[in-house]
Structure formats: C-alpha cells, structure tokens
C-alpha cells in the first residue's frame, strides 16, 4: 500500500535527522531550492531520504518538492516537505515535521494517502481516503463541538497590515491563539482535537507544504475551505502559493464568519 511506504520514509527522516536539530550542520546554507527559498543541508538530508525511499520500494510517481522541484515519474505524484517547519529545526525549537502525500492526478483534491511525521517526538500521523486518520495506530478525529472558548491557530508570519485588519476580529475575540511554526503539523493538531480551527491567508503557503495535513485533517472530520469560503482545490505545483482555512466543524465555520 503507498501510504506503508509514506510511513516508511517519515520514518527513515526521522531517524536522519535525529541529533542535528539546533547545530551548526543542520543550518548549512546549500543554495535555493526549486520553491524559492534557501535550503538547509537538514532539508537536502530528509529529502534525499524520501526520494530514496520511495524509489527503492519501486514507486515510479513524479516526485514534487520544494528543494528538488519535479523529478519525472510514470504513475501519480509524490508530494512532499521533507522539513515542514525548517526555522524551528535549525534553531532546535521542537516543532517541525516531515510530511508526504500521494496523489492520483495533478491537484490536491487528488490526495490519496498521506503521512507527518512529527521530528521532534517521533509521533505517525497518516491517512487514506475513505479509511480515516490516525496517530500511531488509534484513530484520531477532529472536535465534533465547538467549545466555547475554542483554540485557534494563526500564521500571521510576514502577513501585510491589511490581512491583519481581517483578521482582527477573530483575534479580539478568541480566547486562546497559537502559532507554532509548521503548518503541516499544526493541521495534525487539528486533526487530533487540540486546535478548533486553523487559519493562513497569507498566500504564501505552497502545495507541498499542506497537501498530506490537507488529507489527514480531511480524514478525521475538519473541513479545509479557501480564502473566500469555498472548498479548497489547488494544483500541486511547487510555485503555487495558497490561503485556507481549516475548522475542525461546522460551527467553527459559522464562528469564523467574518473571515468569508
């Protein structure tokens, strides 16, 4: 089963990885990857292990990430972040992740299994579709309920001053934000019930960055919405920039109104 071999390649990131958080050598500056951004050798290491991974177990998918960009396959397409949340690897902050999915055809909505890894304490998230979420082995789901003090997460990084005016009203109200670092697992959060809703319209985020959280939350109940309210659907392409919004139910969604 394809999502065996996603769980195969977290694990092999994760076991890397293992020791180089916070040092000097997983900070090496390697050039720019084919997203934009500076790559660290801690990235060129956990994505070299999932190409390999993944080609060893014979898997012939277009491989799609953000320091290799499109490596040519056969059949489906492998999408990836191999370190979702580099900052917070290179300064030994622990909360960053490697996250996987697979796809049937060019577009998120195409997303058949996926797996995250969390690097920092070794926790398995993985789905398929029709087949649920789950957190090393036992199932996991979003909040059916609101509560009524709900937990939000926001990535409010870089985010331009009239993105903040749309958002302030949810930031007045709300009891209880966060803002962790890795947007892939900070949508695992969702999917296990510790954020209500999750929230990025910056439009920076790409598709490699959210297309495994984007099953996983799926998988365990939540809604994953753009940022004018609609469903989210995207292509998969590496220079694809996005917004979304994730609640964990429906009246989650009726609470962040104002956003829509």
Same mark, same amino acid.
């Given at each position: 089963m394809i999502v065996d071999i996603l769980k195969q390649a977290c694990k092999r990131v994760y076991s890397k990885?293992?020791?180089?958080?916070?040092?000097?050598?997983?900070?090496?500056?390697?050039?720019?990857?084919?997203?934009? %951004?500076?790559?660290?050798?801690? %990235? /060129?290491?956990?994505?070299?292990?999932?190409? %390999? @991974?993944?080609? @060893?177990?014979? @898997? $012939?998918?277009?491989?799609?990430?953000?320091?290799?960009?499109?490596?040519?396959?056969?059949?489906?397409?492998?999408?990836? %972040?191999?370190? $979702?949340?580099?900052?917070?690897?290179?300064?030994?902050? *622990?909360?960053?992740?490697c996250s996987i999915a697979y796809a049937t055809d060019f577009r998120l909505s195409a997303v058949t299994d996926a797996a995250i890894i969390d690097l920092a304490r070794g926790d398995l998230y993985y789905a398929s579709s029709g087949k649920g979420a789950f957190l090393n082995g036992r199932r996991i789901s979003a909040k059916k309920e609101s509560p009524p003090d709900p937990t939000i997460g926001i990535n409010?990084?870089?985010?331009? *001053?009239?993105?903040?005016?749309? /958002?302030? *009203?949810?930031?007045?109200?709300?009891?209880?934000?966060r803002q962790f670092g890795a947007n892939a697992l900070e949508m695992c959060f969702l999917a296990r019930g510790f954020l209500d809703a999750y929230i990025d319209l910056r439009n920076k985020i790409r598709p490699t960055d959210i297309a495994a959280g984007y099953l996983i939350a799926k998988e365990a109940g939540a809604k994953v919405y753009s940022a004018d309210g609609s469903e989210l659907e995207s292509d998969l392409d590496v220079k694809t920039k996005l917004s979304y919004i994730v609640v964990a139910n429906d009246r989650m969604r009726e609470q962040l109104t104002a956003l829509f």
């Open positions: 990885t293992q020791g180089l958080a916070g040092t000097a050598r997983a900070n090496r500056q390697m050039g720019r990857g084919a997203g934009g %951004d500076v790559s660290r050798r801690i %990235d /060129l290491i956990a994505e070299k292990t999932v190409i %390999d @991974t993944v080609r @060893t177990r014979g @898997t $012939d998918a277009t491989i799609i990430g953000e320091e290799c960009g499109r490596i040519e396959g056969k059949r489906g397409y492998i999408i990836m %972040d191999a370190i $979702d949340g580099t900052t917070n690897a290179v300064r030994g902050i *622990p909360f960053y992740c409010v990084s870089g985010v331009k *001053p009239a993105i903040i005016e749309r /958002l302030a *009203p949810i930031i007045a109200e709300a009891d209880h934000t």
